[in-house]
């Protein structure tokens, strides 16, 4: 199946990742008036927000991606509405002072999370800055690599005082994504970065292949930049509406600009800088179990992007759902349904382009149309 994407996006910020299903049907990313902001079927209780049923939470989930792409501003409005704070909006907070923060010793918890899992910004959009959301009677809590389940506030307390005492989890998290077979990659991994599972994102970050040389913003040498592309993949472990549990897994291509601090000699995400960014990409890949790969599914995708705004920005190029075991059996026995075991066998070619708006001099820009970007 081919598509073709337009991206669109308000003129003053980008904000957080940009996330459409794009790939998995034919569908415009333009606003349609089919997409609602009433927040039927989910509520907000004790700081987390709570969805009816399976079919509130997938339906929502599916609205909360395509607002994504009508601007950042959309899914403020949609939290706003429900008086509601996310970690989405948690986790951004921090990352514009976390330079200052860590200095005066703050704690930077939301932000931390938020790294560490790697979350698609519509999916930390319906997390509470605990880690939390509700689906019924079921609580789901992210903390340190895993996705935990549990039936009441009780037992969640339980676990976070022990998580080994969980019953019910799943490893989530996001993976590198730089060459067709993912599996096998977990010594790739960032290093200086401590972890207490193998999939966890604090070892498995975007790739960053595409880096610009470092350069002076506006020829204050005091203000060092650098612009960065770069992919990695998310994936977390579902119910789903027809009542069969699977892996659900999203591509991204990252579009960055960080600021190099002279005082704590190391770089930081420069999240209030104005930068414009273009792309014209064809992705064509698929995704499958490990060992199953001639029963996954294709797909075949365009997206074209012009905008300008302000921080960080992430591109669902392609999501699917992966057909998987239950990662755990009745009496507590773990089967082989790692997330490492989802398979992206994928292509990527075009071109990318970014530059400060107040810079353009210091433009960066890799490949053209048919140039392999990834492989």
Known sequence: MKTKQYLKVAATAFALPLIMSGCSKEQSLQPSAEV??????VSVSNGRLVFADIAAFD????????????????????????????????????????????????????YKLMDSFGFPTFYATFINPNGEYQVGTK?????????????????LQQIKQNPALSQDKSEAGSQLASSFAIKGQ?????????TTNAFQSN??????????????????????????????????????????????????MRSKVDYYSNGSSKWYSADGD?????????????????????????????????????????????????QAPRPY???????????????????IT????????SDPANAYSVGSAGYQLWQ
């Open 274 to 322: 104005n930068r414009q960014v273009q792309f014209d990409l064809y992705f064509n890949g698929s995704v499958a179990r490990l060992g199953y790969e001639s029963y996954g599914n294709h797909y075949n995708t365009h997206w074209i992007y012009n905008g300008t705004g302000t921080g960080n920005m992430d591109v669902g190029l392609c999501d699917s759902y992966v």
């Open 139 to 155: 609580i789901y809590w992210f903390n340190d690599g895993y996705k935990h389940a549990v039936s009441s506030e009780a037992e």
């Open 59 to 110: 339906r929502i989930k599916k609205e909360l991606m395509q607002k994504n792409n009508q601007g950042a501003q959309e899914l403020d409005t949609w939290e706003k509405a429900l008086h509601f704070t996310s970690l989405r909006t948690a986790a951004a907070a921090q990352s514009s002072h976390l330079e200052q923060m860590e200095l005066t010793g703050q704690p930077t918890l939301a």
């Open 186 to 194: 977990t010594q790739l991994g960032k290093t200086g970065k401590a």
């Open 203 to 252: 070892q498995l970050d975007c790739d960053d292949k595409y880096v610009s040389p470092t350069f002076n913003l506006n020829g204050d040498s005091g203000s060092q930049r650098r612009i960065i592309f770069g992919t990695h993949i998310y994936s977390t472990y579902e119910e789903t509406v027809y009542g069969v549990a699977k892996w659900y897994s999203v591509l991204y």
């Open 350 to 357: 075009g071109s990318l382009y970014s530059t400060e708006v």
């Open 36 to 41: 609602t902001t009433s927040g039927v079927g």
């Open 329 to 347: 059996d009745a009496t507590g026995n773990r089967y082989d349904s790692s997330p490492e075991n989802i398979y992206w066998n994928f292509g």
